[in-house]
């Protein structure tokens, strides 16, 4: 079946599944299949819990007419993908919408998600759920994008090269904004000129059709790497559209705009100086699309973070800054940081293992462990990864399950804590 024939089907039944435990009357099921699952093995399953049609790649033993063949699934859904993202362009009128692909090192979700608050608040806006960011994730976030669309944005992850370049094949931005290009996936990318060159494939597809870039222009890297756009809005601490600085940073980020916008300070539900790059970027995306100032202002306000993203939660007398949906060396260092910088004593650091650094990964442990010497503490705890094989005067856990165990023992009063780490180690059952 050719892609506009699957269209049709796909306008009559506008609701894609690739989970059988998930699925609800009418989805198209497609038999996606990885290392460890094959969705081929469930397509007849699918058909009788509720799906209208079920697309395979794999033949053998499947007849029914509700049973679409393909060459390969997972094309089929990107190419799907595309053609409903085109739907949204050559609108009547000559018009448009804007699709503005966020990618980065760290920082990229909080960023779509207070970009998305900003939008909602003038216009019909969709955007990536959660952390869907790759190849599967992009496809459903794109066909999850109804007719009623002002606005869409869509979160790019990668940890290889070319995959950037891949996801705009099909998302087609018209708008883009790299957060940062930090120490992340270097098992992946290499170095830090790897990161750079693969989330700069975002600048290269809007170098290559006339787009639009948001830009932190106090990061030099970024403002080289941009160079060729058509259209650069910029932001920052000085010298850029919109400028803003920390105001306070004593508890909750207040974020003091003064320049390109209302001169006022905006008291964000966040924690740390590292969000204000995050902060600014959606101030620059709202300005430019007409958001009044004092909606913009009131929808970053209002933003509340969760998912153990830049989270302060209070328990009895304790303080605890949670974040730990994610880590590599730059988030660390930075979360580190601004933790030394906070007011008040008594502060415990609970740090989790940072994963996917390949034969880097010693090398930043130790670069951790050198930061948190510079620093003093009431207790350092720390979880897992390669910081087990190193030697160091701080308390070490092999897991989390033993970190919480022993985090449960204690009777903490009036303490302070940062609790972070990779995804992989799920620091936040220490709180469960």
Known sequence: MQIPELYELFVAHPSIETDTRKLKQGNLFFALKGPNFNGNQFAEKALDAGAAYAIVDEYKGLENKRIIRVNDVLTTLQELAKHHRMQFSNLPGDR??????????NG???????????????????????????????????LKIKADAEMAIIEMGANHQKEIEGYCKYALPTHGIITNCGKAHLEGFGNEAGVRKAKGELYDHLKAN????FVMWDYGYLREMSKGIAVIKTYGTHDADITGEVKNNSGLLEVAITGGADRSTIKTQLVGEYNLPNVLAAVAVGK??????????????????????????KKGTNMIILDAYNANPTSMRSAIENFAKMKGDNKILLLGGMME?????????????SLINEHVWEAVILVGGDYYKLKHIYTNFENVEQAKAWFQQQRFEHKQFLIKGSRSMQMEKILE
């Open 96 to 105: 448009q919408i804007p699709f503005i692909a966020i990618t980065g090192s």
């Open 288 to 313: 430019y699309f007409n958001v009044p100032d004092e909606k913009i202002r009131a929808a970053l306000e209002n933003y509340t973070p969760s998912n153990s993203r830049s989270q302060l939660i």
């Open 210 to 213: 006339k787009g639009t870039a």
């Open 108 to 142: 990229k979700t909080t960023t779509k998600e207070l970009i998305h608050e900003v939008l909602t608040a003038e216009y019909t806006t969709y955007t990536t759920e959660g952390n869907l960011n790759n190849h599967i994730g992009i496809p459903l976030t794109i």
């Open 357 to 369: 650094l390949g034969e880097t990964s010693l090398i930043e442990h130790q670069a951790i462990l």
